[in-house]
């Protein structure tokens, strides 16, 4: 297992979504199972050029995300390998029902797409902005819920879910985002990826706030403070052995997460140690709110889901190992 | 017909007795839906009991998954099981659990119990064996008060945008629920008008307890519906069969005991006799 962490984190210039494109029309190509679904939100996902590449190949469904997970089950149960989209809220809170019993529990291969997680849901505002879709798929059985921070990791984890089978939840941020990985990263399902050691503490971090994780190590490196910075890309199955490893080598942990706390990176990190290994801990991310109109930035210092929290919180936590 | 007027009474006895020998279930919307099992398990579809997987087969997803009792005992008498294991029906371990389960049951094609879910899952299938190149069948049976749920008109507004023309979906028109009548309930108004209007070849069955006039209506559908996906509205008796509870809005789910498994099968056996 490889881990390469790029030196330059500066926001790539293709957007998220055409690598998933690109990542589904590459599969297309090897394997003649793999079928896409969309509610109406094609435009939004980028995946127009699979339509025009795969036309019978396609679902777009209309404004039915019901029927489209319904129907994308049916495929599944004949074999086919379904990728669905729509926005974070619509698949996991609306789509519930039905990913559960017509996917999950019926033991099929459905991979459920839901984009603009949390606070990049922007503009759209808080009906649309999903700080909850995680912990709404973590508690279905066997469900793997997975958010890739970058253009490498959605390449990646998007190849992954196909070549794993099973019900899968995958947040999916459209735009562009800051680079984090090299190519030639492996991603194990389970797995974390340790981007930077350190003995001091541990920041646990997913998606939106792995690049911000990274900014926060640096800063505290300059003040003296050695952080572990794990990406947690992969929240069911969690990797506990990095958590309790985490928490016994370095002692405290800090999770940060463009999620509500409650259900989870936090909770299930806390779950974790709890039950094997009680350590210090805190937590960035929202604390159990809805979410509310505005540019990301603006909403990151809103929820307080940035770096200088987690300088903020890591602090909190070396001070209590003291 | 008159064989497959037998293998529905066969289908009665078999699912009265598997669910007396419980004590419990899902009588009556079980009952109701026997004879269109008895239709298409008895010749109109192309199947195969010793090779339930069968690539290229007619499929049968039944949505309301709570008949399965009524399944079960056709899939039973069919072969794809023993019959002893009629006995073990909702009880621990058992591989005939009270809503369909596709990976339990040998012969059942989808897992279905939350209503409306099964009406997707078959247009999926429908799309698959399209994009397989096959020419079968996907049959599909909803409850009346199951297309209360807005997910089977979601669906059907799919299948004709997509001209899933292999789907036929049967609704099952027994007009008793749980707490009382669709019409109270709902306002179903005219079911075959309704998928109509949404795209579909649409016909009523007058008897949908009447294994000719279902018979008649599937080569219907299948002659004249096009590129249409086709529906096909039986009007039926709940707990048709057992003439105690014939129509009874309690028999959606009721205690089954064991002198009213000796009634009804003296009532089936009786049945028989005149067709024999």
Do not use: W
């Given at each position: 297992m490889s881990v390469k962490v790029a030196q330059n984190h500066a926001v790539s210039d293709k957007e998220l979504r055409k690598e998933f494109c690109d990542t589904l029309l590459a599969m297309a190509a090897e394997d003649d199972k793999v079928v896409v679904l969309d509610a109406d939100l094609m435009n939004a996902a980028g995946t127009k050029p699979f339509r025009a590449a795969y036309p019978e190949r396609t679902f777009d469904c209309g404004v039915q995300e019901a029927n489209m997970i319904g129907v994308a089950a049916g495929l599944s149960s004949r074999g086919f390998v379904p990728f669905t989209h729509t926005f974070g809220p619509f698949a996991a809170r609306r789509a519930c029902d039905q990913i559960f019993m017509s996917c999950a529990y019926a033991k099929q291969n459905v991979k459920v797409v839901g984009s603009d997680p949390g606070i990049t849901a922007a503009l759209n505002g808080g009906t649309h902005m999903p700080f909850e879709d995680m912990g709404i798929m973590s508690t279905i059985p066997e469900m793997t819920v997975v958010e890739p921070c970058d253009l490498v990791s959605v390449g990646k984890v998007t190849r992954l879910a196909k070549e794993t089978k099973g019900c899968w939840y995958i947040r999916l941020h459209r735009k562009g985002a800051p680079t984090v990985y090299e190519e030639g990263t492996d991603f194990t399902v389970g797995k974390a990826n340790l981007l930077k050691d350190g003995k001091d503490v541990t920041i646990i971090a997913m998606g939106y706030l792995v690049a911000e994780a990274l900014k926060a190590a640096e800063a505290l490196e300059k003040e003296g403070i050695s952080a572990r910075v794990l990406d947690m890309w992969c929240l069911k199955p969690l990797d506990e052995e990095a958590v309790l490893a985490a928490a016994k080598e370095t002692g405290a942990i800090v999770t940060a997460e463009n999620h509500n706390v409650k259900n989870g990176l936090g909770s299930a990190v806390a779950s974790t140690l709890a039950q094997n290994c009680p350590a210090i801990l805190e937590m960035v991310g929202v604390q159990d709110e809805f979410g509310e109109v505005g540019p990301t930035p603006y909403l990151a210092e809103r929820f307080k889901l940035t770096a200088d929290e987690i300088v903020a919180k890591v602090k909190k936590a070396v001070a209590r190992k003291a | 017909m008159n064989e497959v007027k037998k293998f529905a009474v066969d289908i009665r006895k078999e699912t009265i007795k598997c669910i007396g020998n419980l004590g419990v279930g899902h009588i009556g919307g079980a009952l109701s839906i026997v004879d269109v099992?008895?239709?298409?398990?008895?010749?109109?579809?192309?199947?195969?009991?010793?090779?339930?997987?069968?690539?290229?087969?007619?499929?049968?997803?039944?949505?309301?998954?709570?008949?399965?009792?009524?399944?079960?005992?056709?899939?039973?008498?069919?072969?794809?099981?023993?019959?002893?294991?009629?006995?073990?029906?909702n009880k621990p371990g058992t591989?005939?659990?009270?809503?369909?389960?596709?990976?339990?049951?040998?012969?059942?094609?989808?897992?279905?119990?939350?209503?409306?879910?099964?009406?997707?899952?078959?247009?999926?299938?429908?799309?698959?064996?399209?994009?397989?190149?096959?020419?079968?069948?996907?049959?599909?049976?909803?409850?009346?008060?199951?297309i209360e749920e807005g997910q089977v008109w979601e669906a059907a507004m799919f299948a004709a945008a997509k001209k899933l023309s292999h789907m036929i979906a049967f609704v099952d028109y027994n007009k008793a629920q749980i707490?009382?009548?669709?019409?109270?309930?709902?306002?179903?108004?005219?079911?075959?008008?309704k998928f109509e209007s949404f795209g579909w070849f649409a016909q009523n069955v007058a008897d949908g307890n009447d294994v000719e006039q279902i018979s008649a209506a599937i080569a219907k559908a299948k002659a004249e519906a096009g590129e249409r996906p086709s529906v096909i509205v039986l009007n039926t008796v709940k707990g048709k069969g057992y003439s105690k509870i014939e129509g009874s809005l309690g028999s959606h789910n009721m205690p089954v005991t064991a002198e009213m498994v000796e009634e009804a099968v003296a009532e089936l056996d009786k049945a028989a006799a005149a067709l024999a």
């Open positions: - | 099992l008895a239709v298409l398990y008895g010749g109109e579809m192309n199947i195969d009991p010793k090779n339930p997987q069968k690539d290229d087969r007619d499929m049968l997803v039944c949505s309301k998954g709570h008949a399965g009792p009524a399944v079960y005992a056709t899939l039973a008498l069919k072969g794809y099981f023993p019959m002893e294991m009629l006995d073990t029906l591989r005939l659990p009270s809503h369909c389960d596709m990976n339990r049951t040998p012969g059942i094609d989808m897992t279905t119990g939350s209503l409306g879910q099964g009406a997707s899952s078959a247009m999926g299938i429908a799309c698959a064996n399209r994009l397989k190149g096959y020419n079968n069948y996907t049959y599909l049976i909803l409850g009346d008060g199951e707490d009382d009548t669709p019409e109270n309930l709902c306002a179903l108004g005219d079911v075959a008008k």
